[in-house]
Structure formats: C-alpha cells, structure tokens
C-alpha cells in the first residue's frame, strides 16, 4: 500500500507541474498580450502587476509541491487562480465575456480532483463572478442589457 501511495503522489505531482508549467505559460502570452496592447487598456498596469503575481505564485507553488503534500498545494493553487481571476474581471468591468477565464479553473480543478471538485469550483466561480460583474457598479448595466434583450425573454424582469 506504501507504493501504491507513493506512485499516487509522484503522479500527481507530476500532473501539478503541468498546470502549473501551462500556467506560467499563460501568464507569459497574457503579458505579451497586454504589452502589445497597452496603448487601448487603460488597466494594462494593472492587469501586468497581476500577471507578476500570478508568476510569483505559480514558482511558489513549485516549490512548495516539494516540501507538502501535493493535494493540499493543489488546493491553494485552485484558490490562488479563482482569485486571480476575480481580480481580472474586476480590472476590466467592460470585458463582458472576461468570464470564460473561470473556466481555466474550473479544468483545472477537474484534472486535479475529479468531476465533484468541478463541479464545486464552478459553483464557487459562478458565486465569484455574480459578485464581482452582476452586483458592480459599472458592470451591472452592461448585464442586465445583455439580459433585456428582447430576444431571451427576460425583458420585462430585467428592466425592473
């Protein structure tokens, strides 16, 4: 049973180097990204001290996958991201679709612990977003028209 666990660990720390490898590679294509478009996003020094953090983090996470067992590091790297993400939409309210970001954490979370944890995290992305877009001063119009359009039904509720 000694072995069995052992692989286990090996395996899925192996699997958490490789989220954590695409990861920093996102974070690297995000920021070659916001550099390029730096002159059109007026939260570009925001959005590039994030991406630091999120490199910060994710070399953290390496090393600690190390010294702790891999299963709880995976869970403060899928706590770290849905923040990570929830400041992103909160930088840039006008990025109506700025939600499908969550939905790297939410694979994420599926490849590290199964279909309950997908499942889980969703919910909580799903709470993370509602609070951060629906209930934002800025953003809460640019929803509530996306959900007054005539065409979807909710015309009438979404006008008050």
Not at 133 to 157: E, K, M, N, T
């Amino acid at each position: 049973m000694d072995e069995l666990d052992r692989n286990l660990e090996r395996q899925m720390r192996s699997q958490e180097r490789q989220l954590m490898a695409v990861r920093l590679t996102l974070a690297a294509l995000a920021a070659v990204a916001l550099v390029a478009f730096r002159e059109t996003l007026p939260s570009t020094p925001a959005l590039l001290a994030l991406v630091g953090a999120v490199v910060v983090y994710s070399l953290a996470l390496w090393w600690l996958s190390n010294r702790f067992p891999t299963r709880e590091v995976a869970i403060v790297g899928t706590a770290l991201d849905m923040a990570a993400v929830t400041v992103a939409v909160y930088v840039v309210p006008w990025a109506v679709d700025a939600y499908l970001l969550y939905s790297l954490v939410v694979l994420g979370a599926a490849l590290r612990f199964g279909l309950a944890a997908s499942v889980w995290s969703s919910l909580v992305c799903s709470a993370l977003y509602a609070t951060v877009v629906l209930l934002g001063a800025d953003a809460a119009g640019a929803a509530r028209a996306l959900l007054s359009w005539p065409s979807c039904g909710l015309h009438g509720w979404a006008r008050g």
